[in-house]
């Protein structure tokens, strides 16, 4: 090593977080270079365009809840590959690979705090985690939520990003389609309120199923929400489709989503919807 190498090494330049790699942030829409402590303040919505970034389910939380206090959920334990499935790479090493980039266990947390001082349970879908596709695990994290908001008498909210149903699991992803309906009318029978966010993206079985049941349904601007994709579609059908097909926005005039809500007004408007559809909250236990 020369001289000069062992000088630059040993002088100490930027720390961690504001490195070059991580000083800035590219816009994946408008490609512009944004300052990252501008853009996370700007809660990860680009402040040039006004593109929504995908974001992780703990910075979602954090976003939401009042102060960023919130409690997480238990969620059961459930076999994991049940049908010891491998493509080019085993089930459960794909799940280790997932887990050890997101630290999380599954693609579904749930969490319960207040929102503008209205308790709420709340499942985040996190697209980091093998696209936030819906496997066992995900429809018992998600019974796990409506259950605990039925037990403390408040609403549930559920924000979607998935896409679509997890095929590792074969069937046995696909029975979370009805699994999750049955518990959102247990969840009606008690009297309590379901929102869902649609975020993006939302797609496959996880549209056909809890994604389009709310009593509320919200959509962040720009987000992607539909069943099959768009080729598809328009292969099977022989017709080019709309601009913006598939789009909040089209979804919104088109009657499929009630409101359309930045990312910024987000916790204010569901605090909104809690206190006009909730029964008198009673205490935490």
């Known amino acids: 090593m020369s001289w000069l190498s062992r000088v630059r090494n040993s002088i100490s330049f930027l720390p961690k977080r504001q490195t070059s790699d991580t000083l800035w942030h590219k816009c994946k829409k408008c490609q512009t270079m944004v300052f990252t402590k501008e853009w996370e303040d700007n809660l990860q919505v680009c402040p040039r365009c006004d593109h ?27 076999r994991e590959d049940p049908l010891r499935f491998r493509d080019t790479k085993r089930y459960v090493d794909r799940l280790k690979s997932a887990r050890g980039a997101t630290e999380q266990r599954d693609a579904l947390l749930v969490a319960r705090g207040s929102i503008e001082g209205q308790r709420a349970v709340v499942g985040v879908q996190d697209f980091a985690f093998m696209g936030g596709s819906m496997g066992v695990a995900v429809g018992s994290a998600f019974v796990a939520g409506v259950r605990a908001a039925i037990e403390a008498r408040v609403p549930f909210v559920m924000f979607t990003a998935a896409g679509g149903a997890r ?30 966010v649609l975020t993006d993206p939302t ?28 080729r598809v579609i ?8 709309p601009e913006g097909f598939q789009r909040a926005e089209y979804l919104l005039d088109h009657g499929m989503v009630d409101m359309v809500v930045p990312r910024g007004d987000l916790r204010a408007t569901l605090g909104r919807l809690l206190s006009y559809l909730t029964p008198a909250q009673q205490q935490w236990a």
Do not use: C
Not at 175 to 194: K, S
């Open 167 to 196: 095929m590792q699991e074969g069937i046995l992803s696909l029975m979370q389609m009805p699994r999750t309906t049955v518990a959102i009318e247990l969840l009606r029978e008690a009297g309590l309120p379901y929102i869902v």
């Open 52 to 78: 929504h970034d995908r974001i992780r389910a703990l910075t979602r939380f954090e976003q939401l809840f009042d102060d960023g206090d919130f409690t997480l959920v238990p969620v059961p334990d459930v």
């Open 234 to 241: 328009e292969q099977t059908i022989r017709e080019k489709l």
């Open 203 to 230: 797609t496959g079985g996880v549209t056909a199923s809890y994604a389009m049941l709310g009593d509320v349904q919200l959509a962040e601007p720009g987000a992607l929400i539909g069943f099959a994709g768009q």
